[in-house]
């Protein structure tokens, strides 16, 4: 991380000397001389180092790729950028200017793409060239195996010598030993032990099916331990999706294996971080336009300019969701009569030209302003800015099981269904939406959804 250190002094050095930022004739002091500023460039030096905590690898990683690693580079100097908005924003740090945000996402995005880039050849060229070369023994003789040690041999950059096979059963051996093209078969796994006394093995990569017994596989964890070899296993694709989420904690000296634990705890404090700055800045600035559209709404037609609703929240937590009253007062009432003419399927309740909705209320809906209430529930923590849409009590009692999952973060204001077609979408594709934006969840992922907000709210796309 000293890389990241040196690169924020360097780039705030550059974004102090404003008039060489500046236009013309405009001037400014050179470094921040406001309480409000030196706060700001700590929260922005904590958030930095935090997203690039997140999205870029430190550690020495063989099989990276750098294509990926320079696009999650990009991702996190992008990130950051925008932190460094929002941050000078909130606190009107006057050191800050657009022009200075630009240039310091450009030169961190630039010096460290060059230098990981760099690295990367130096690495490349001393691998192929003989260097640090490793040796490597496959557990597991099939098809799978063989598919990822072709991958292996297509990249010599990765600095691999293929040792063999070794296989899980007799059938699997005398079945390789006819097809094995890269290596030969070694023996069987029980013949581990022999077979590391007598080769050179570097590393291991285990590519074993996930029925394999727990008494096999801890028998080659400990032949690598003892030896002092690497050990690396790849599952099979139905097992990622588990283990990804695998998560190792200690309980009074005792390693507890944890599944499913949230792990993204830091990217989550930095998205509440932006919750809070973003709603409570809104709230400040939209605060004329809510005055005149709560005069108009008790102007036009009889009741409250708000409606508050009970909706189910993270993890079945009920709360009060507010927005500007669209429909007439007894609209809840009337539902029931309606129920024939609901034209989404599943749970949900919609109808295209619903007679409940004012004239007013159908402007406020069409522009997505009635939801603006929300950033109340932001800013109160009951939601977020990016999430599920909050459903109702009586839909979550009518879910199937595995509708559930969108209720295990919080709800927000907009989510991939409000910026994909919303209304024109089925409620199993508006389901599978949050499935994949829950499992899939990161900072970079709201960043994009916000994004694609602004475009559909502007021209009210999938609105109703």
Same mark, same amino acid.
């Given at each position: 991380?000293?890389?990241?250190?040196?690169?924020?002094?360097?780039?705030?050095?550059?974004?102090?000397?404003?008039?060489?930022?500046?236009? /013309?004739?405009?001037?400014?002091?050179?470094?921040?001389?406001?309480?409000?500023?030196?706060?700001?460039?700590?929260?922005?030096?904590?958030?930095?180092?935090?997203?690039?905590?997140?999205?870029? +690898?430190?550690?020495?990683?063989?099989?990276?790729?750098? !294509?990926?690693?320079?696009?999650?580079?990009?991702?996190?100097?992008?990130?950051?950028?925008?932190?460094?908005?929002?941050?000078?924003?909130?606190?009107?740090?006057?050191?800050?200017? $657009? $022009?200075?945000?630009?240039?310091?996402?450009?030169?961190?995005?630039?010096?460290?793409?060059?230098?990981?880039?760099?690295?990367?050849?130096?690495?490349?060229?001393?691998?192929?060239?003989?260097?640090?070369?490793?040796?490597?023994?496959?557990?597991?003789?099939?098809?799978?195996?063989?598919?990822?040690?072709? !991958?292996?041999?297509?990249?010599?950059?990765?600095?691999?010598?293929?040792?063999?096979?070794?296989?899980?059963?007799?059938?699997?051996?005398?079945?390789?030993?006819?097809?094995?093209?890269?290596?030969?078969?070694?023996?069987?796994?029980?013949?581990?032990?022999?077979?590391?006394?007598?080769?050179?093995? &570097? *590393?291991?990569?285990?590519?074993?099916?996930?029925?394999?017994?727990?008494?096999?596989?801890?028998?080659?964890?400990?032949?690598?331990?003892?030896?002092?070899?690497?050990? =690396?296993?790849?599952?099979?694709?139905? *097992?990622?999706?588990?283990?990804?989420?695998?998560?190792? *904690?200690?309980?009074?000296?005792?390693?507890?294996?944890?599944?499913?634990?949230?792990?993204?705890?830091?990217?989550?404090?930095?998205? !509440?971080?932006?919750?809070?700055?973003?709603?409570?800045?809104?709230?400040?600035?939209?605060? /004329?336009?809510?005055?005149?559209?709560?005069?108009?709404?008790?102007?036009?037609?009889?009741?409250?300019?708000?409606?508050?609703?009970?909706?189910?929240?993270? +993890?079945? =937590?009920?709360? !009060?969701?507010?927005?500007?009253?669209?429909?007439?007062? &007894?609209?809840? *009432?009337?539902?029931?009569?309606?129920?024939?003419?609901?034209?989404?399927?599943? /749970?949900?309740?919609?109808?295209?030209?619903?007679?409940?909705?004012?004239?007013?209320?159908?402007?406020?809906?069409?522009?997505?302003? &009635?939801?603006?209430?929300?950033?109340?529930?932001?800013?109160?923590?009951?939601?977020?800015?990016?999430?599920?849409? /909050?459903?109702?009590?009586?839909?979550?009692?009518?879910?199937?099981?595995?509708?559930?999952?969108?209720?295990?973060?919080?709800?927000?204001? $907009?989510?991939?269904?409000?910026?994909?077609?919303?209304?024109?979408?089925?409620?199993?594709?508006?389901?599978?939406?949050?499935?994949?934006?829950?499992?899939?969840?990161?900072?970079?992922?709201?960043?994009?959804?916000?994004?694609?907000?602004?475009?559909?709210?502007?021209?009210?796309?999938?609105?109703?």
């Amino acid at each position: 991380m000293l890389d990241q250190v040196v690169l924020i002094a360097t780039a705030m050095g550059i974004i102090y000397h404003r008039p060489l930022l500046s236009l /013309p004739g405009k001037s400014a002091p050179l470094v921040p001389n406001h309480f409000s500023d030196s706060l700001g460039m700590l929260l922005l030096g904590l958030g930095w180092l935090g997203i690039f905590s997140c999205y870029v +690898n430190y550690k020495s990683d063989p099989f990276g790729n750098i !294509r990926f690693q320079l696009r999650n580079l990009l991702k996190a100097t992008t990130l950051a950028a925008f932190w460094l908005l929002v941050v000078s924003a909130v606190f009107s740090i006057r050191s800050v200017n $657009t $022009t200075g945000v630009v240039i310091f996402w450009g030169v961190v995005t630039v010096v460290n793409s060059m230098s990981r880039v760099a690295l990367k050849l130096f690495l490349i060229s001393a691998r192929r060239s003989g260097y640090n070369r490793r040796y490597l023994l496959v557990v597991g003789a099939s098809a799978r195996s063989e598919e990822v040690v072709s !991958r292996i041999v297509k990249r010599p950059e990765l600095g691999y010598n293929l040792v063999g096979f070794i296989a899980e059963s007799e059938e699997s051996r005398q079945t390789w030993e006819v097809k094995a093209g890269h290596a030969p078969v070694l023996g069987m796994i029980d013949d581990l032990k022999g077979i590391l006394e007598r080769e050179r093995v &570097d *590393e291991m990569l285990v590519c074993l099916s996930g029925d394999v017994k727990f008494l096999t596989m801890a028998g080659i964890i400990a032949h690598a331990r003892d030896l002092g070899i690497v050990l =690396r296993i790849l599952p099979d694709a139905a *097992e990622n999706a588990v283990l990804r989420k695998l998560h190792v *904690e200690e309980f009074e000296n005792e390693f507890v294996l944890t599944l499913f634990r949230e792990q993204l705890l830091l990217q989550l404090l930095i998205k !509440r971080g932006v919750d809070v700055f973003a709603s409570g800045a809104a709230l400040l600035l939209l605060s /004329p336009l809510l005055t005149v559209v709560a005069l108009l709404i008790k102007l036009t037609s009889p009741g409250p300019a708000l409606f508050a609703q009970d909706r189910v929240g993270m +993890n079945q =937590r009920r709360f !009060r969701l507010y927005k500007f009253r669209s429909m007439v007062v &007894d609209a809840d *009432e009337r539902k029931k009569e309606l129920a024939h003419l609901n034209e989404k399927d599943g /749970p949900a309740f919609k109808i295209l030209n619903d007679p409940r909705i004012t004239k007013l209320g159908r402007f406020l809906r069409k522009t997505s302003i &009635d939801e603006l209430p929300q950033l109340f529930n932001v800013l109160r923590g009951e939601m977020s800015l990016v999430g599920p849409r /909050p459903p109702l009590p009586d839909e979550v009692s009518r879910y199937d099981w595995l509708f559930r999952r969108r209720l295990s973060v919080k709800p927000g204001i $907009t989510c991939v269904w409000q910026v994909s077609g919303r209304s024109s979408t089925t409620f199993d594709e508006w389901m599978k939406m949050d499935k994949h934006y829950v499992e899939n969840w990161c900072l970079w992922l709201d960043f994009k959804i916000l994004l694609k907000t602004i475009p559909a709210v502007l021209f009210c796309k999938g609105a109703a």
